[in-house]
């Protein structure tokens, strides 16, 4: 099972709201990876981190997201203002480093509706 | 160009028969690495099994194994005895290259148990 914590499992705002959820990895973890998933099962890679370092991130994430992984505190990823497109399962998973032959592990997801 | 395919949009099988599900993916890499998670009714997303390129030897996890040929640039998941908590979607992924963000998702196949 899972060791990757997020909250809030559900998420609603209004178009224009920021939304913002949060991720603890799994313990030893450094490497943290946001996904967006949309309602037809397509992942999206949004950006990742290892330790608080952002690694990569696609333009999207760039401009309308902000994203942090401090010091012991969650990791968060926060959508400025809210669109109606950006409703979607967003996932969070860890790797335990960052060769392309480590696992992710997925948290159990914050699903986000924009109204 | 979808670098990862999963051609079975739903497949629904008797308890405790074997089931398999198909997975094409592309890559120019002569190492990538190959893994197959499965995504229960609330969204968490389990990690089940994984094929490194360079082994030759059929991954087998538990239930589950993966009929991997090479040639075919083809990932099979071989689930046997099936049970009704199987019923999820499963997806195929793949990992390549150096990049962090080249994990590629096929769109999921939707496993349907029926007792």
């Known amino acids: 099972n899972s060791k990757v914590i997020q909250t809030p499992r559900y998420l609603v705002k209004g178009q224009g709201q920021k939304a913002k959820m949060r991720c603890i990895p799994e313990k030893g973890h450094p490497v943290v990876f946001w996904y967006q998933q949309n309602k037809n099962n397509e992942f999206k890679f949004l950006i990742n981190f290892q330790n608080q370092e952002v690694l990569q991130q696609i333009d999207m994430t760039e401009k309308r997201f902000s994203a942090e992984c401090p010091s012991n505190s969650p990791c968060s990823l926060e959508i400025q203002s809210s669109e109606a497109g950006d409703s979607a399962l967003y996932l969070c998973?860890?790797?335990?480093?960052?060769?392309?032959?480590?696992?992710?592990?997925f948290g159990p997801g914050t699903r986000l509706l924009v109204l | 160009a979808q670098k990862v395919t999963q051609t079975q949009t739903s497949i629904s099988v008797m308890e405790k028969t074997t089931v398999t599900m198909d997975c094409v993916y592309e890559t120019q890499d002569s190492s990538y690495f190959l893994f197959w998670y499965k995504q229960t009714a609330s969204g968490e997303i389990v990690f089940l099994i994984r094929q490194d390129s360079y082994k030759k030897e059929n991954a087998t996890v538990g239930h589950y194994s993966l009929n991997f040929q090479k040639p075919k640039s083809s990932i099979g998941l071989i689930i046997t005895a099936t049970q009704i908590e199987d019923s999820a979607v499963y997806f195929c992924a793949m990992r390549e290259g150096l990049g962090y963000q080249n994990f590629y998702f096929g769109k999921g196949t939707s496993l349907t148990v029926i007792p």
């Open positions: 998973a860890s790797s335990p480093g960052l060769l392309n032959q480590d696992t992710q592990y």
